[in-house]
């Protein structure tokens, strides 16, 4: 199954899609997004960064769009950074959550436009990685040592950076016990680099994001195109008319994509997009 006509939308991933390894977006894959947007097709871009962290890299692409931060739970519009919509966590869960992640440390997200912090870490046993995070990222943060102290912040997503052999079986405890409450996913995090469990609630999710862009623009499902590498691009691969996968994504990812790319990603996802650009208009 190939695509065949141009799509109107185009929902991107940043992290290991349009930002390669070394943090930028190559120069090649920044000419095929104007090419693409030259073509008149829509762009978004739908992150697991924080604005702090993805505002950066989407000033260095240039272009104005519609942003999805935290991996669907903030809404923008960019470069004016003008909130469009907030998916905040069941208030009703945090503490479960936290029964659940014990004995680590564990990061809660906030709206930082409204809160003032990125988030706030629930003290408990640091793992390396936790520790790492915190050296890199923690000065825009909060510390509380009980669950009681997070009565009344907003919580966009809980994060638990760690190694495998913890992030994994915390994943799959809390999906038994809280089964369809909530998204529960183990994510890479390229800049450490390590994995990280990521809780969010029921509908705060990339898919969910890229159909209130899609409805904002008068742009019709089939119409879409996501292109990602990671599990939390899943659920809009789902939701878009058409999904590629980029080459290094895992299989529970490419099983999701109608076409996953091979090669070298940056240079494959600049010659796909200037292709998807040239494609003729749909009917």
Known sequence: MALLYRPRLIALDLDG???????????????????????????????GRRPRTAGPLLESIGLPAYVATNSGCLLWEYPAWRQLARRMFPAELVPELARLTEPYTVNFYLDSSQAGVEFVQLKRQSTPETELHMARYGGNTRAVRSVAQLEGYEVTQLALPASPEIVLPLRDRVRAELNGRVLALAVRWPLLPTLALEVFGPQSHKGAALKYFAELLGVPQAACLAVGDDVNDVAMFHWAGYAVAMPHAQEEVRAAADEALKGNGARMLAAYLQHVAALPPAG
């Open 17 to 47: 899609t349009v930002i390669d390894e070394h943090n930028s977006v190559p120069p090649e894959t920044r000419a095929a997004l104007y090419a693409c947007r030259d073509a008149g097709i829509e762009l978004t871009f739908l992150t």
